[in-house]
């Protein structure tokens, strides 16, 4: 983490090492400092999927859910066929007692979860 760290005094513009660093923190559950992260990361690549997702998925760690849509939903506008968001975004509007939304989102990983599956689980 340290060299990480000295990296991006050489370099505060490195987005990528913002993503690293954010995944470092999430993993070690420091959502405070993951969150820092990715917002720092996601000045330098806005329409990123991975920032916005990242940071989506944090705040829904946290139970943030406004914010955890917010960067969610900004993630599926970019990528609308990343399956990563649609789970999430399904359990968010369960949440929030909008049925009808989040059974769009169960049925988009339902139906493509289908489609994508081989056998053997390959």
Same mark, same amino acid.
């Given at each position: 983490m340290r060299y990480l760290k000295a990296g991006l005094k050489k370099r505060p513009d490195h987005w990528a090492a913002y993503e690293l660093l954010g995944n470092i923190h999430a993993t070690n559950k420091e959502y405070r400092e993951a969150v820092? %992260?990715?917002?720092? @990361? !996601? #000045?330098?690549?806005p329409d990123s999927f991975r920032f916005n997702y990242f !940071? @989506?998925?944090t705040y829904l760690q946290t139970k943030k859910f406004k914010l955890a849509e917010e960067f969610l939903s900004k993630a599926y506008r970019v990528d609308p066929g990343n399956n990563r968001t649609w789970l999430p975004l399904a359990q968010i509007y369960t949440y929030k007692g909008q049925?009808? #939304? %989040?059974l769009e989102f169960y049925n988009l990983r339902q139906k493509n979860t289908k489609e994508d599956a081989s056998p053997g689980g390959l």
């Open positions: 820092t %992260a990715y917002r720092t @990361g !996601l #000045k330098y690549q !940071l @989506g998925y049925p009808e #939304k %989040a």
